[in-house]
């Protein structure tokens, strides 16, 4: 199995790379279009900014390839969140794949406090979808300041402050807000349920 990480100048990409091999795989990290679009799995990292990530992509033509591609997909964190509609940050245009727009945490009263960003450990709840199977409702490591509201493709969400949609899917496009590279037994089935799609 050929499994590629977009590799992008804006990606947590060698954790999920040693995740990936703890689970007796080996990933390529590329941003060589043909590569991506020839891989049998492809993980669409972030970490950053929303618009000098999404200008990365412009720059090296991903951002026409991405939305096109046939083989499930996951997006991690910034990923997952460059693959929607839009982005309150930098006031960001997305990929377009998923059909909600970003944005950030707000602290409504003095009284909620909720610090931003959110770092550290939630749970996720309201699973479904193949990629949590033999996944129960449990904790998983997020570090972000904005978020993708719930809407008709959310399979998992979180709450802080809100409810929010801590995973995204359509059609073989995969999203989660939080690292599952970062989230020990939990993160790794989710993603061994990945690789096994």
């Given at each position: 199995?050929?499994?590629?990480?977009?590799?992008?100048?804006?990606?947590?990409i060698?954790?999920?790379?040693?995740?990936i091999?703890?689970?007796?795989?080996d990933?390529?990290?590329?941003?060589?279009?043909?590569e991506i679009?020839?891989?049998?799995?492809?993980?669409?990292?972030?970490?950053?900014?929303a618009?000098?990530?999404m200008?990365?992509?412009?720059?090296?033509?991903?951002?026409?390839?991405?939305?096109?591609l046939?083989?499930?997909?996951?997006?991690?964190?910034?990923?997952?969140?460059?693959?929607?509609?839009?982005?309150?940050?930098?006031?960001?245009a997305?990929?377009?794949?998923?059909?909600?727009?970003?944005?950030?945490?707000r602290?409504?009263?003095?009284?909620?406090?909720?610090?931003?960003p959110q770092?550290?450990w939630?749970r996720?709840?309201?699973?479904?979808?193949e990629?949590?199977?033999?996944?129960?409702?449990?904790?998983?490591?997020?570090?972000?300041?904005?978020?993708a509201?719930?809407c008709?493709?959310?399979?998992?969400?979180?709450?802080?402050?809100?409810?929010?949609?801590?995973?995204?899917?359509?059609?073989?496009?995969?999203?989660?807000?939080?690292?599952?590279?970062?989230?020990?037994?939990?993160?790794?089935?989710?993603?061994?349920n990945?690789?096994?799609?």
């Amino acid at each position: 199995m050929k499994i590629v990480i977009i590799n992008y100048g804006a990606g947590n990409i060698q954790s999920i790379k040693f995740a990936i091999k703890r689970l007796g795989y080996d990933a390529v990290l590329s941003h060589d279009m043909a590569e991506i679009q020839n891989a049998d799995k492809v993980i669409f990292p972030g970490v950053g900014e929303a618009s000098s990530a999404m200008q990365k992509l412009r720059d090296s033509g991903l951002d026409a390839i991405i939305p096109t591609l046939k083989q499930p997909v996951l997006g991690i964190c910034l990923g997952m969140q460059l693959m929607c509609h839009s982005s309150e940050e930098g006031n960001t245009a997305g990929l377009g794949i998923f059909d909600v727009d970003v944005v950030k945490f707000r602290s409504r009263t003095p009284k909620e406090g909720i610090k931003i960003p959110q770092i550290g450990w939630n749970r996720i709840e309201n699973l479904h979808s193949e990629l949590f199977q033999n996944v129960k409702e449990d904790f998983v490591y997020l570090v972000h300041s904005y978020y993708a509201p719930i809407c008709e493709e959310t399979i998992a969400t979180c709450s802080y402050g809100i409810n929010y949609s801590a995973a995204l899917q359509k059609d073989n496009f995969y999203g989660t807000q939080f690292h599952p590279e970062k989230s020990s037994e939990v993160g790794e089935q989710i993603l061994k349920n990945f690789l096994n799609m």
